[in-house]
Nanobody, 126 residues
Framework: VQLQASGGGLVQAGGSLRLSCAAP????????VGWFRQAPGKEREFVAGMRLMGSGPYYGDSVKRRFTLSRDRSTNTVFLQMNSLEPEDTATYYC????????????????????WGPGTQVTVSS
């Protein structure tokens, strides 16, 4: 599955950005969608995930109450609304997908996803 992610950019601390993830020609009707991020010199980190036919969304501890994951069924797009951004949120953000409806404890693992978008850069200035 080819994924397209967009919406990154440069924003001041406290600002907001909305990332989008779409799979042209494919419907996000089942499986699991996740967002991960990776900052220079750091490991890839789970940001948010959603089981498309089950429960969710779920969030990483560092983004809870600031980020919101949602989906628009009419456009087959998944959105990551990021509010109250902090310099520590600076990273390349990746959208990922797998056809498997992973259990909640598993969807935080990046190796469980087999399709990845190219990444979109988010930079938060202080």
């Amino acid at each position: 599955v080819q994924l397209q992610a967009s919406g990154g950019g440069l924003v001041q601390a406290g600002g907001s950005l909305r990332l989008s993830c779409a799979a042209p020609g494919r419907t996000f009707s089942s499986g699991t969608v996740g967002w991960f991020r990776q900052a220079p010199g750091k490991e890839r980190e789970f940001v948010a995930g959603m089981r498309l036919m089950g429960s969710g969304p779920y969030y990483g501890d560092s983004v809870k109450r600031r980020f919101t994951l949602s989906r628009d069924r009419s456009t087959n797009t998944v959105f990551l609304q990021m509010n109250s951004l902090e310099p520590e949120d600076t990273a390349t953000y990746y959208c990922a997908y797998t056809a498997t409806n992973w259990i909640v404890s598993a969807l935080r693992d990046d190796f469980r996803y087999d399709s990845w978008g190219p990444g979109t850069q988010v930079t938060v200035s202080s």
